[in-house]
Each structure stands twice: as C-alpha cells, then as structure tokens.
C-alpha cells in the first residue's frame, strides 16, 4: 500500500550517527510513511547498520549507489518516493519523537507545503537529543502568512531566510510539477532547492511545531560555512536563483540574488591570494551574467561587478579594499627598516632613502619593540619584512635576525634587499639566515651588476629567495606620490579605495605601529626640503601604551589624519633612473602652494 509521507534520508560514513537517526524514525507513533535510505558510497559501516535495520523494519527501503554527493542522493530518492508529501532529513539528525504525528495531521489539509521549526543541538552536549531548550532554528512566528513567495520575503526581511530541507514537508506534485529539482554535487543546494520551492508553494502553511533536531558537529558544512571551495557552489545557487526570477513576478525577487552576492563576496574575502586566483573564473562568469542588472541600492556590488573590463587584477584590489574595511584579528604583515639610508641612490625612493641621513636600527631598541608586540599579540604575525634603506648596511644586522626569530617563531621572515652586498656577505650571515630560516627577497635595479651571480649564491647557501617583478629589469618603473600639502583629501576615500598601502603594509618604528611608512619617514623629506608635512599623534599606535591585541587591529582599520595628505588623482609612473635628490622627483605639485607653504 502505498504510504503519505516519504523520508529521503542521504548516508554517508556516518556509522557513529546514522543508527540514532533511523531509531527516531521507526519509533515514531505513526505508520503512514516509508523511509528511503541513500547510501551513497560509504566506505565505514554505514551499510552495513543500514541492512540490519531493512531485515527489522519493511518501511525501510535501499538506494546503494556510488559517491555521487548529498544532491545526488536526494536526486535518487525523489525518483523512488511513493509517498503524496516529500520530508528530506539527514542521517546524523533526528525526528522529534512525535514529528510524524504532526505531520499527519497537518497534511490532511492538503497544502502544498508545510513549514516546521527545529532545534540546533550541539554534539559536545552530553543531553544530546533529550534537553528541551536549545536554540530555535527560525525565531519568528509566521503563522499568518499562506503564500510561499511571501513567507520567502518575510523571512528575507527579518534576515532568518531558513533554506534548510529539513523544515519543510512538501507535496510531491508541486516537486514534480516545476521541475524543483536538485543540483549535483555543490554545496548550498539547498538554498537554490527553497528558492524555487517557495516561488512555486501557492498554498503554504507556517507550523510553530519543532519537529527536528540538528547536530551541530564541528567538520559539518553549517557549522564550517566559509570555505574557499563554496564560490563556485554559490555561483551555481545563483544561477538557478537567477533563472527562477525570470519566470516569477515576485516584487523582490533581485533582493535574492544580491543576497547570494553578498555571500560570495564575504566568501571571497576570507581567501587567501591563490585561493582568490582560483576562484575568479566562476566569479567573472557570475560578472558577466549581472553586469547589465542595476542593483544602484547597492554600490558595493555596482563598483565590484558593473564594470566593463573585469580581470583578476581589478577584482583582486576590490576585494583587498573590501577586506580593509573589517577590523582583522591577526596582524598578517608588518615592515621594519633596519636602515634609514641605501648604498643606491633611485630617483624618487619611496623610502626617501636618497635624502635620509645615515641611521641604522639598534638591535636594542628593535628587541624592546619586538618583545612587546610578541607578547601582545601572542607571537601572530604572518610576515614580517625588514628593509630600509638597504637592510644590510646595519652592522648589527645578524644579531637582528636572530631578535626577529626568536620573538616570532612561526613568522614568515623576508630581507627584502637591492642584493648589492650579497656577495660580500660572510659565512655567518649565510648561516644565520638558514639557521634562523629566513628568506631574501631581491629586488633588480638596471646598474649593470650580475644579479645571476648573486641568485646562485643565494641558492648555494641553501637559503629561500624571492625576486619581485619576475626579474624583469628592462622597462623599471617608480610611483611618484603626490602630496596635497592643503591636507584637503578624503582620508576615507584614500584608506578604503584608492591606496595600495593602507593596512596592506603596517610599519613599525619605534615602538610606534603606522598603517604605511610614508606617514612616518616623511620626516626626511620635511628636513631634506625644509617642508612641513605634519605627522599627527593619530598617525601611530604605540605599542608599549597598548594592553590589548585588538587595539592594534582595530587602529590599523581606519584611516589616518596622514592620509588626508595623499592625492591619488596626481599619481604618476616614471622610469628608473638615478635621483638629484630634486623636489619634483617625489612630488607632482601646484609650485605656487609649495612656495608658500614653504614660507609658512
Ligand atoms: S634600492 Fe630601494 S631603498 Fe635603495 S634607493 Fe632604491 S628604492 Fe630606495
Ligand atoms: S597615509 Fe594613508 S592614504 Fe597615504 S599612503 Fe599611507 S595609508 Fe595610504
């Protein structure tokens, strides 16, 4: 006889959970129903407890298929399902003891889909599956509302959009009448699934009963949600979203694909450069399928995804702008000159080396800054690098290396250098920076030296090299900033979009953490030229004033008085070339307003 309701129960190596699951089914006081288990490949005992429980219950029936994934699998059980109402659960849940009998009695209304409530549980609980007062999956009561589409806007509007199968009883008809179908092998299936399920539920009914209890374990896809793996699951989530819009008049139907959007982004701003690198093609297909739509409510999409010349670069900045924007919880990057002065001699040097007078850090002082800063932030830094100036012009520089290594074990350690003086160095140095495991960064200048020469003696001391820009000396270009000595730009503006630096390339200097080294080393070009770019005590956080690690985190989220200085609009690129420690090679400027702000 065929049964009301079919329960579509996906397995996979769960033979710790899937015998709990099956008992609270079987248990239930109620025989209307048929329960179709999926094995989807499982290579522990999960069959094995599958089969048992066939011999015991004849409500039980088996799909044993290859790993194909949990849409799959819920694909195969829908192609088998008798029962006139679909109910999916998962085998390492279970069904509250009179979930069925709620049901039933619902369902003799015959609408076309049934919304229930349901707990999250968390495994480490020693009550698990007893205790009565575990947090509720949907917090508002829609009893009110009889449409799908509205309950979906309502839910949106409250910000509890619950796309979880396993709080939903639907009719078969409304499944198989509109193609609701699921996707193979993404995650976030699900949320796709609802989507269409809503738009296409005429009939709805809203049902305060809790009918489910869900394991929250801590390798579970809810409960690990953001992975670098989820962009191209989104993508497809989008696309199925985006194509069931173009068949529905629901009001607020574009709010759904800005909201899977928005998960992209705050998925792609947890990955890491390589992982962003192998995301973007799925998200320059998700551009090329939005550009023409006008989401103008939202500017943060509008500046990402409304472009006409999309590549990795670009998206790369915006999502590195984006990230600016939250307060981290690690330090991933910090610089530290070891030199004030360089033994070349480029025009327009950032580092205003050119005009600095001759200073090197003292290993003193650095061990001071460094021992608090490792203390505060419990030793987490992802990077640190030390230049100048030229980093090896400091005669106490293997003593400094040793200082860098000992306060920051597990730090990424880099000398970034011009590679001058490498093949000067002395045995010591070569073992000091393999014993203490640290890299040496070059960067080529176009001044006629063997940089072949000095790359292989960097490989036959064993050390880790990097050289920048893929070596390439022939066509080398210099950025030339450009300072409003007004002070009259947008700081946030600056900080948040416009600079490369901000953030990207903390800098430590006396005890003092600066979001960039422009707003402390200007001091050499104020002397040099007799100028008087202010540097504020809101430029700094001092870290021997600091007592908490967040302090320097939330410091380095926001912009500082400095940047109001910066004027990206002038900002131009020149070619190499030795300085005449001239104004003009670091500046691009209203002379008039230099001259006067001179005799100021
Ligand atoms: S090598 Fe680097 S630090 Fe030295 S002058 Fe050139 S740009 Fe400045
Ligand atoms: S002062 Fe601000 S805007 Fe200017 S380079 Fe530094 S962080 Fe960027």
């Not at 999960?46 to 799959?72: C, D, H, V």
């Not at 194509?243 to 607020?252: G, H, M, Q, V, Y």
């Not at 409304?306 to 600016?324: A, G, N, Q, V």
């Not at 960067?443 to 960097?458: A, E, L, M, Q, S």
Request: hydrophobic share 35%.
């Amino acid at each position: 006889m065929k049964k009301l309701i079919s329960i579509i129960m996906p397995a996979y190596n769960v033979e710790n959970y899937i015998q709990q699951a099956i008992d609270s089914v079987i248990n239930q006081n109620y025989e209307n129903y048929e329960l179709i288990i999926i094995n989807d490949g499982s290579t522990d005992n999960t069959l094995k407890i599958i089969n048992k429980n066939i011999k015991l219950y004849p409500n039980i029936k088996l799909i044993n298929q290859q790993n194909q994934g949990l849409s799959a699998a819920r694909k195969s059980g829908l192609t088998i399902a008798e029962g006139e109402y679909i109910y999916l659960m998962d085998s390492d849940d279970i069904l509250e003891p009179n979930a069925l009998n709620v049901m039933g009695e619902k369902i003799k209304t015959k609408k076309d889909c049934y919304v229930f409530n349901a707990r999250f549980k968390n495994e480490l609980d020693n009550d698990w599956g007893r205790s009565m007062d575990k947090k509720l999956v949907i917090s508002n009561n829609y009893s009110e509302i009889s449409n799908g589409t509205d309950l979906l806007n309502r839910m949106i509007d409250n910000r509890e959009w619950r796309y979880a199968v396993w709080l939903y009883l639907t009719k078969k008809e409304v499944i198989k009448n509109n193609d609701i179908t699921f996707f193979k092998n993404y995650f976030h299936e699900d949320s796709a699934y609802n989507y269409q399920l809503l738009n296409n539920s005429n009939v709805i009914e809203f049902c305060d009963n809790i009918i489910y209890n869900y394991r929250l374990r801590p390798n579970s896809l809810m409960s690990n949600d953001l992975t670098s793996k989820n962009v191209s699951s989104y993508l497809n989530s989008f696309k199925i979203i985006y194509n069931t819009n173009k068949k529905i008049s629901n009001p607020n139907k574009y709010k759904f694909e800005i909201r899977i959007i928005d998960q992209i982004l705050e998925v792609l701003i947890e990955l890491s450069y390589e992982e962003l690198k192998d995301s973007y093609e799925y998200v320059k297909k998700l551009q090329e399928i939005i550009k023409n739509r006008n989401y103008y409510s939202n500017i943060e999409i509008k500046n990402i995804f409304e472009t006409d010349t999309f590549t990795f670069e670009f998206l790369e900045s915006k999502i590195r702008r984006k990230r600016r924007k939250q307060v981290e919880d690690n330090l991933s990057y910090l610089e530290i000159h070891l030199a004030d002065h360089c033994n070349l001699n480029c025009k327009g040097c950032c580092h205003f080396s050119p005009i600095s007078e001759k200073k090197e850090l003292s290993a003193d002082s650095l061990e001071k800054d460094l021992s608090k800063l490792s203390e505060l932030i419990s030793g987490k830094l992802d990077r640190m690098v030390l230049l100048g100036g030229e980093p090896l012009l400091n005669k106490e520089l293997l003593q400094i290396l040793k200082i860098c290594r000992e306060y920051f074990r597990n730090t990424d350690i880099q000398l970034l250098t011009n590679g001058l003086l490498l093949l000067n160095e002395s045995l010591d140095f070569w073992n000091v920076c393999r014993e203490n495991n640290i890299q040496i960064n070059i960067t080529k200048y176009p001044v006629g030296i063997d940089y072949d020469k000095i790359i292989n003696c960097i490989k036959e001391n064993n050390i880790k090299y990097f050289v920048y820009d893929n070596g390439n000396i022939d066509d080398k270009k210099f950025d030339k900033y450009c300072f409003d000595l007004s002070k009259l730009q947008n700081a946030d503006n600056n900080f948040y979009e416009k600079c490369v630096m901000a953030k990207d390339c903390a800098y430590l200097e006396d005890g003092k953490i600066y979001p960039c080294q422009l707003a402390s080393n200007i001091k050499h070009f104020n002397k040099y030229f007799g100028l008087n770019i202010e540097q504020s005590e809101n430029d700094y956080i001092d870290i021997h004033s600091c007592s908490f690690e967040q302090d320097i985190y939330e410091f380095l989220s926001h912009p500082i008085e400095f940047c109001k200085y910066c004027d990206f609009s002038k900002m131009q690129k020149f070619d190499w070339d030795f300085s005449k420690k001239e104004i003009n090679e670091w500046l691009v400027t209203n002379e008039k307003k230099l001259e006067l702000t001179n005799k100021n």
